[in-house]
């Protein structure tokens, strides 16, 4: 046989047919949300069912409030977003699709309960409605979003057709220094290939880097390989892999797991495989990174200055500069740390994990919170986990507020919001303009970066005030 | 779907890099049913101020109000997979972006709903976008079936299409029925992928 790249040989399992080089691809497992009501909409205007309805998964968690939890689903106080927490779960049994539902003891957001329940495994091909998708990749799965048609189409023939992407391997080798996550390595990886620099790709990490990472970790770079543009992330399946998924609800168990094992140590890349594209990283190089502007590409590390526009390489990249300080109140040549902030917001697909939740916990045991600071975990298991090692009481002594699961401030259609003109250092994904409310301003970090924000009321290098500490 | 074959109309350019989708339909229109009332919502609140008025925008002005293509730069439509920017621009009257690359879930968006989207070369687009400035309310011309451009200028660019994204746009195809011809073949693949890994399917514990 050829050699094959990992993402090779997961695309290869997986094709059913093909025509003039657009393959019909065969789907695992399918991830839907709230925002799924135009497939299932489309699927009842055509009369479809779902196909495979056991290998869909439900969850409410992009409308889903993060407080008064305890009055259900009738506490919901907006009728809009109260509707399509109802509408999900009216569709999730007319088909018979398993929902994690708002009152569920697992619920929480599509990217974090699959992977904590075993439905996320290597070598599947997991297609979502909703971009960041990619994270489960970080099991050495083939996994990206799709749009409401799309999903529509997996929903009525568990399938999709697709064409072949490219694949780029980017390399992290060394020690990531103190202080610095794999928020800062993705980050830094946007910032030096440009928010379009991965499109058309999929992504393959590695490097010692990447494998001396959680699976946490792991879960936060793939999860924004789609702010580079990338269609898909993934990492190689190891020890590390098969420890986290051991014992987990849907993983195999007995005979099971050792068929399975058969079949995952075979998914990592050849040693010859060739990728379209190489990009190459000093881990030792990185610090912790903020954004500035209004991509996630602005992205620089803490000690940098806001760019100036005239310091740009051509007059496009100039008005480029100059239109995102303009929305973001920003001045070329301020110290990034000195960039005052109105919130801090700790959750999202990208960073709510038991691990996330635990570094923001060690800063903000340093202090006290001087502005409104949400600590938000990515699901009900997470929230019981951090409850148990008393990390809810480090917070909550500490000025933070402990919220209940979902996407809350990050995507900002649950009544979480932003108020115009207000600045938040956040841990989610997306610093686009009006992303967590009209006219709001976020500042891409990581978790100990948001919480160190939340102590100094500005941008702050969690490295002096853990010295400081 | 309806087809797409090709259109003479007004061309907007929009020379903003990176727009994502959040900016052509901002979340919270995301739970709006389908239908004309996304006309309204496309590049919401870059187009009107929280009392309703209309703030500066292109689309906002005649010509562009009428502007049935898009010409854009580079990476238009990253961000989420939300394919009510697609309803947005739809509803708004565009039936085609040209831009130098696109956010790749937003394109098979477009695809998917009779809006097609053609990727060119970045100092062609540029050039086209100048001509749209020095001379607003001019038209281009997108033949699909040639697979072919015409600018204001009269200059032809020619771009490329998958032979079945192409068949798909020009005769309205949905993909769904094209795929229930494959019924028997996926479930051949199924039987046998199960017997390959059958804990896939087991009961969770």
């Known amino acids: ?469 | 779907m309806q087809p797409f074959t090709t259109i003479t109309a007004i061309a907007a350019p929009i020379d903003e890099a990176n727009v994502d989708t959040n900016q052509l339909c901002p979340t919270r229109f995301n739970k709006v049913p389908r239908g004309p009332q996304y006309a309204h919502v496309l590049f919401h609140d870059r187009r009107f101020n929280a009392d309703g008025t209309e703030k500066e925008f292109l689309l906002n002005v005649e010509p562009f109000r009428s502007a049935a293509i898009i010409v854009a730069n580079r990476n238009w439509g990253c961000g989420s997979s939300r394919e009510s920017a697609v309803y947005a621009l739809y509803e708004f009257g565009i039936r085609c972006v040209i831009a130098p690359s696109f956010g790749d879930i937003h394109a098979n968006n477009c695809s998917k709903n009779g809006l097609l989207p053609v990727v060119l070369p970045e100092a062609e687009v540029a050039s086209i976008r100048a001509q749209l400035r020095d001379r607003p309310g001019a038209t281009v011309t997108v033949d699909l079936q040639e697979q072919t451009v015409t600018d204001p200028a009269g200059r032809v660019h020619r771009f490329e299409i998958h032979p079945v994204r192409k068949k798909c746009l020009l005769e309205g195809l949905d993909d769904v029925a094209r795929t229930q011809e494959y019924r028997s073949r996926i479930e051949e693949f199924e039987a046998e992928y199960r017997a390959e890994r059958p804990w896939l399917y087991a009961e969770k514990r």
């Open chain 1, 1 to 469: 046989m050829s050699v094959q790249t990992m993402f090779d040989k997961i695309w290869a399992r997986h094709t059913v047919a093909e025509e003039e080089g657009e393959l019909l691809l065969y789907v695992d497992r399918a991830l839907i949300h709230e925002g799924s009501s135009h497939s299932f909409a489309a699927l009842a205007a055509q009369e479809r069912a779902v196909f495979r309805p056991r290998q869909v998964f439900a969850f409410n968690d992009h409308y889903v409030p993060t407080s008064g939890r305890e009055r259900g689903v009738q506490g919901i106080a907006n009728p809009e977003i109260r509707n399509m927490v109802i509408k999900l779960a009216a569709n999730s049994a007319e088909h018979g699709v398993r929902l994690f539902g708002i009152d569920d003891p697992q619920q929480g957001i599509l990217h974090i309960v699959p992977p904590e329940l075993g439905i996320t495994q290597p070598g599947l091909f997991i297609v979502g409605a909703d971009s960041h998708t990619s994270t489960h990749g970080a099991f050495g799965c083939l996994a990206f979003g799709v749009g409401a048609s799309e999903m529509m189409h997996v929903m009525a023939t568990q399938s999709i057709w697709q064409r072949k992407p490219k694949t780029m391997r980017i390399n992290i080798d060394g020690e990531l220094g103190f202080g610095v996550t794999a928020k800062d390595v993705i980050l830094a990886i946007i910032a030096k290939i440009g928010a379009g620099g991965a499109t058309g790709h999929v992504i393959e990490y590695a490097g010692s880097t990447i494998a001396a990472m959680s699976m946490e970790a792991r879960m936060t770079v793939c999860n924004m390989s789609i702010e580079a543009g990338g269609r898909a992330g993934m990492i190689a399946p190891d020890a590390t892999t098969y420890a986290y998924l051991a014992d987990r609800p849907y993983a195999p168990a007995g005979k099971a797991w050792d068929e399975a094992m058969a079949v995952w140590t075979r998914l990592p890349s050849d040693a010859a495989a060739k990728f379209d594209q190489t990009v190459q990283l000093d881990a030792a190089q990185l610090a912790p990174m903020v954004t500035w502007g209004t991509s996630p590409e602005h992205a620089l590390p803490i000690n940098g200055c806001v760019p100036d526009p005239r310091d740009a390489a051509n007059t496009t990249q100039g008005a480029e500069i100059r239109a995102a300080l303009d929305y973001m109140a920003l001045q070329p040549g301020t110290r990034l740390s000195d960039i005052a902030v109105d919130r801090v917001f700790i959750g999202s697909c990208t960073n709510s994990r038991i691990e996330d939740i635990r570094a923001a916990a060690a800063v903000a045991k340093l202090g006290r919170a001087k502005v409104t600071a949400w600590v938000v975990p990515g699901s009900r298991t997470v929230q019981r986990q951090a409850e148990q090692e008393g990390l809810d009481r480090i917070f909550t002594a500490a000025g933070f507020e402990w919220r209940d699961p979902g996407c809350s401030l990050c995507t900002a259609i649950n009544g979480d919001q932003l108020q115009p003109g207000e600045r938040c250092a956040s841990t989610s994904n997306r610093n686009f303009k009006g992303r967590q409310g009209t006219g709001g301003r976020t500042h891409l970090v990581s978790p100990a970066m948001a919480a160190a924000a939340a102590l100094t009321g500005h941008l702050t290098d969690v490295r002096e005030l853990a010295k400081k500490g």
